[in-house]
C-alpha cells in the first residue's frame, strides 16, 4: 500500500520507518507505534550506533500470532496508556502543518511545501518522518542533513524497543 | 475512525469561550484538508483567522453534521454556542478552537489537525483508527477491511 498523505504514521504517532503495530481481531491495538526490524544488526555512523533489534521483534511477532491472546507480548491496558501518550498542542499543530505541506508538494507549490514541512520540524522536531521527508525532496543534501542532526541526538535514534516478554508487559 | 466510536458521549459546553466573528459577506473558495480528506469547496467565506463553510458542505469535510443537539458524528454530539452558526454558514475554525484542534492555513488551504475527543477511542480503548490508502494498482484498503484477523501494519519508506 501507498501512503502518499503518511495517513497511518499520523494516526498511530510513527516517527520514523520502519515501525509497526500489532492489531487484534477485535480491532484492538496489542502493540502501540515501535521499531518494526526483521533482522538483529548494530549500524555505525560517524562515531554512534544505530541499535536494530528485529531478531527479538520477530520471534515476538510469531509467539503473538501463534498464541495470541496468551502470547507475553500482548500488552496490558496499564502499560498501554504508559506507551502512547496524546499529543501535545505542537504535535497536533506540526501534524496539521506537514499535511498542509504535503498538499502544496503534491500541487506543485514546493516554496509553500517547504515552509510548512519546517514548520512541522520546529513545532515537533522528534518526528524523522517530517524531516525525512522533506529531505528526500533534496537528494544530494539529504545525507549530510541526516548525519548532522543524528550526531546532535542525545538520545537512540530509534525509540527503545521494549519487548522483554520476562518483563510485565 | 467514526466506525470505532462506541459509546455515546455528549459533550458538556466547554467553559471556554469560541471566539466568532458574524459571517462575512464575501464569497471564495478554498480546499480543506481535514483527517485523509481533502475537499474543495466552492463556497466558504474567509474572515480574518476565521473559516465559514456552509452546514451542508460539513459531512463531507469531516463527516459532522448539525442537528439540535450539536454537531454530530456517528454517535458523539458536540454542543455548538450560537455563534457558531449564522444562516446557512458555519464556523469551521471557531468549533475547531472549541474541541482544541488545530489548524493552519495558506493561500485558500486549510489544514485541520486531530479532534483531540475523537482519539479517545485509541487512547482509552485501544481501538485502532481506521484509515484508508491505495494499494499498488490503485484500490483503496481500508484498515476495518481487516477485522477478524490478526493485522501486523509496517511502514515503511524509499528515501
Avoid at chain 1, 520514523?16 to 548494530?42: F, K, L, S
Wanted: proline residues 6%; hydrophobic residues 40%.
Amino acid at each position: 500500500m501507498i501512503d502518499a498523505q503518511h495517513a497511518v504514521s499520523s494516526a498511530y504517532q510513527f516517527v520514523n520507518v520502519p515501525m509497526g503495530i500489532w492489531i487484534d481481531e477485535r480491532g484492538r491495538v496489542v502493540r502501540p507505534a515501535e521499531p518494526a526490524w526483521t533482522e538483529g544488526r548494530t549500524d555505525k555512523f560517524g562515531g554512534k550506533a544505530i541499535v536494530i533489534e528485529g531478531d527479538k521483534y520477530v520471534a515476538a511477532l510469531h509467539d503473538w500470532v501463534k498464541n495470541g491472546e496468551h502470547s507475553p507480548y500482548m500488552l496490558s491496558d496499564e502499560e498501554f496508556a504508559r506507551r502512547v501518550k496524546p499529543r501535545s498542542a505542537a504535535e497536533m499543530e506540526a501534524d496539521a502543518s506537514f499535511k498542509l505541506g504535503v498538499w502544496f508538494h503534491d500541487n506543485g507549490n514546493n516554496e509553500l511545501a517547504a515552509k510548512y514541512f519546517e514548520h512541522a520540524q520546529q513545532l515537533n522536531p522528534d518526528d524523522w518522518n517530517y524531516h525525512r521527508q522533506e529531505w528526500s525532496f533534496t537528494p544530494q543534501e539529504a545525507g549530510k542533513k541526516w548525519m548532522d542532526k543524528f550526531q546532535k541526538l542525545d538520545k537512540p535514534y530509534y525509540p527503545t524497543l521494549e519487548i522483554d516478554p520476562n518483563k510485565k508487559q | 475512525m467514526a466506525n470505532h466510536i462506541h459509546r455515546r458521549e455528549f459533550l458538556l459546553a466547554s467553559a471556554g469561550t469560541a471566539v466568532a466573528l458574524a459571517a462575512p459577506s464575501t464569497t471564495a473558495a478554498a480546499t480543506v484538508l481535514y483527517s485523509d480528506n481533502s475537499v474543495k469547496l466552492d463556497k466558504v467565506r474567509p474572515a480574518g483567522t476565521d473559516l465559514w463553510v456552509r452546514s451542508a458542505d460539513l459531512p463531507r469535510i469531516n463527516q459532522f453534521e448539525l442537528k439540535p443537539q450539536g454537531a454530530c458524528r456517528a454517535d458523539m454530539c458536540i454542543p455548538i454556542p450560537k455563534a457558531l452558526k449564522n444562516g446557512e454558514w458555519f464556523n469551521l475554525t471557531g468549533f475547531s478552537r472549541k474541541v482544541g484542534q488545530s489548524f493552519i492555513s495558506d493561500s485558500g488551504v486549510w489544514s485541520f489537525g486531530e479532534i483531540p475527543v475523537m482519539r479517545g477511542s485509541f487512547y482509552e480503548s485501544r481501538i485502532a483508527p481506521d484509515f484508508a490508502v491505495p494499494d499498488r494498482k490503485g484500490k483503496i484498503v481500508h484498515l476495518s477491511d481487516f477485522r477478524g484477523k490478526k493485522v501486523l501494519v509496517v511502514t515503511w519508506a524509499s528515501w
